[in-house]
């Protein structure tokens, strides 16, 4: 589980973006200035201000109010971790403040204590990036960054934007991702307690953070892509989310509408159990077949588990969705089907909606003795889910 102070803040992408090449100027402009014996001391002030250690390998004065730097880090000054390096960067003193280009940055956590603090700097910087490296994403090609006024801007070359601005005492953002960003930099605690070994989203992120330290809200609007899901309880190679909607304030998912699709995986016992009493999903069959032998079958094997769901405080929702696999539309069966296995039909779409959203817990992390389990886990479950107390 994350820290809360570590969940309060913004999106490290959304800051961390915006913010490491305006930092790479600063420091850039204040060595040049200096005479090398007097350039450490001075950075270390300025990266206390910016909270960062910023360091580097060479500076060289080509002509008069032009630096470069070589081999510039940006660490942590709690841990001394590094959570930025440039290979180089030319900065520019003009008379509309600092001016920079880097080749190449890279950017990994932990780089989120400082991002807030350097937008609200006072820094006036802008400039252009050849690559940008970002961990768990694929690289940005030609970035333009900006940092004035509160207000930190990103474009890229793949059309890629990323706008944070500080305004009546909260700082907004907002992400337009075409290509997958690492889930870990999405502010949203929830997304982060997927068990998996790697997932992605694309599309459209806004995130709304206090400056007083209050719990962050966003949205988002696009796709999540799963990759080695490994609960419990359930196991797939790969997924997908298709949010329509997924709204969250601090740790509770407020509204999730969506479709979701996991391919070539395997359902605990418990898990089918909970989701045929629990969930109200009739097994079909074959599934039936293979659930009457508990000492074969600890395991069932799924090709797709799909469906169609509406979460929030009001009740949950599911609609199968094995009627539809890669473009292909299916009947029988399976068109009514939330799970299945080569074309047949494991269980059934629920026989009621909406369900009350505590059926989600109970059939999640079932138990025969309480309506309402009161593990650890499901009072986790329970804290996240819209409607929900965790007491």
Same mark, same amino acid.
């Given at each position: 589980?994350?820290?809360?102070?570590?969940?309060?803040?913004?999106?490290?992408?959304?800051?961390?973006?915006?913010?490491?090449?305006? +930092? =790479?100027?600063?420091?850039?402009?204040?060595?040049?200035?200096?005479?090398?014996?007097? %350039?450490?001391?001075?950075l /270390? !002030? @300025?990266?206390?201000?910016?909270?960062?250690?910023?360091?580097?390998?060479?500076?060289?004065?080509?002509?008069?109010?032009?630096?470069?730097?070589?081999?510039?880090?940006?660490a942590?000054?709690?841990?001394?971790?590094?959570?930025?390096?440039?290979?180089?960067?030319r900065?520019?003193?003009?008379?509309?403040?600092?001016?920079?280009?880097?080749?190449?940055?890279?950017?990994?956590?932990?780089?989120?204590?400082?991002?807030?603090?350097?937008?609200?700097?006072g820094?006036?910087?802008?400039?252009?990036?050849?690559?940008?490296?970002?961990?768990?994403?694929?690289?940005?090609?030609?970035?333009?960054?900006?940092?004035?006024?509160?207000?930190?801007?990103?474009?890229?070359?793949?059309?890629? +934007? =990323?706008?944070?601005?500080?305004?009546?005492?909260?700082?907004?953002?907002?992400?337009? %991702?075409?290509?997958?960003v /690492? !889930? @870990?930099?999405?502010?949203?605690?929830?997304?982060?307690?997927?068990?998996?070994?790697?997932?992605?989203?694309a599309?459209?992120?806004?995130?709304?953070?206090?400056?007083?330290?209050?719990?962050?809200?966003?949205?988002?609007?696009?796709?999540?892509?799963?990759?080695?899901?490994?609960?419990d309880?359930?196991?797939?190679?790969?997924?997908?989310?298709?949010?329509?909607?997924?709204?969250?304030?601090?740790?509770?998912?407020?509204?999730?509408?969506?479709?979701?699709?996991?391919?070539?995986?395997w359902?605990?016992?418990?898990?089918?159990?909970?989701?045929?009493?629990?969930?109200?999903?009739?097994?079909f069959?074959?599934?039936?077949?293979?659930?009457?032998?508990?000492?074969?079958?600890?395991?069932?094997?799924?090709?797709?588990?799909?469906?169609?769901?509406?979460?929030?405080?009001?009740?949950?929702?599911?609609? /199968?969705g094995?009627?539809?696999?890669?473009?292909?539309?299916?009947?029988?069966?399976?068109?009514?089907?939330?799970v299945?296995?080569?074309?047949?039909?494991?269980?059934?779409?629920?026989s009621?909606?909406?369900?009350?959203?505590?059926?989600?817990?109970?059939?999640?992390?079932?138990?025969?003795?309480?309506?309402?389990?009161?593990?650890?886990?499901?009072?986790?479950?329970?804290?996240?889910?819209p409607?929900?107390s965790?007491?």
């Amino acid at each position: 589980m994350l820290l809360e102070k570590t969940q309060r803040r913004l999106c490290r992408l959304l800051f961390v973006l915006g913010c490491v090449l305006p +930092t =790479l100027a600063v420091a850039g402009f204040t060595s040049g200035r200096l005479r090398p014996s007097y %350039a450490d001391e001075l950075l /270390a !002030v @300025v990266g206390e201000r910016l909270g960062a250690s910023i360091a580097y390998e060479s500076l060289a004065t080509p002509r008069p109010g032009v630096y470069e730097l070589r081999r510039v880090t940006l660490a942590s000054v709690n841990d001394g971790r590094e959570f930025a390096t440039c290979d180089a960067v030319r900065v520019t003193l003009g008379n509309g403040g600092v001016q920079f280009a880097a080749k190449s940055v890279s950017v990994r956590q932990p780089a989120d204590a400082w991002a807030l603090q350097m937008l609200q700097s006072g820094v006036v910087a802008e400039g252009q990036i050849a690559t940008l490296s970002v961990d768990g994403c694929d690289d940005y090609q030609r970035v333009t960054a900006s940092l004035a006024r509160g207000v930190a801007e990103l474009a890229c070359a793949g059309g890629d +934007t =990323l706008v944070a601005k500080i305004d009546n005492g909260v700082c907004n953002a907002e992400l337009q %991702a075409s290509r997958p960003v /690492a !889930v @870990v930099w999405i502010p949203c605690r929830s997304l982060h307690a997927i068990a998996v070994q790697r997932h992605s989203f694309a599309g459209t992120l806004t995130a709304t953070t206090p400056l007083d330290g209050g719990p962050v809200s966003g949205a988002i609007d696009g796709r999540l892509e799963l990759h080695s899901i490994g609960f419990d309880c359930l196991k797939a190679e790969r997924g997908a989310v298709d949010a329509f909607e997924l709204t969250w304030h601090g740790e509770k998912i407020e509204r999730f509408a969506g479709r979701l699709d996991l391919r070539d995986g395997w359902l605990a016992r418990p898990l089918v159990e909970g989701m045929s009493r629990h969930l109200s999903m009739d097994v079909f069959q074959p599934l039936w077949d293979r659930y009457q032998d508990p000492t074969q079958h600890a395991w069932f094997e799924f090709t797709q588990l799909a469906c169609e769901v509406e979460l929030d405080r009001n009740g949950l929702i599911i609609v /199968a969705g094995c009627g539809e696999i890669d473009g292909e539309t299916r009947s029988g069966a399976v068109a009514h089907a939330v799970v299945e296995h080569d074309g047949e039909a494991l269980l059934k779409q629920p026989s009621l909606r909406p369900l009350p959203v505590q059926r989600l817990v109970q059939a999640w992390r079932p138990d025969e003795v309480a309506e309402l389990p009161a593990t650890a886990g499901a009072i986790e479950m329970a804290s996240r889910l819209p409607g929900m107390s965790s007491k």
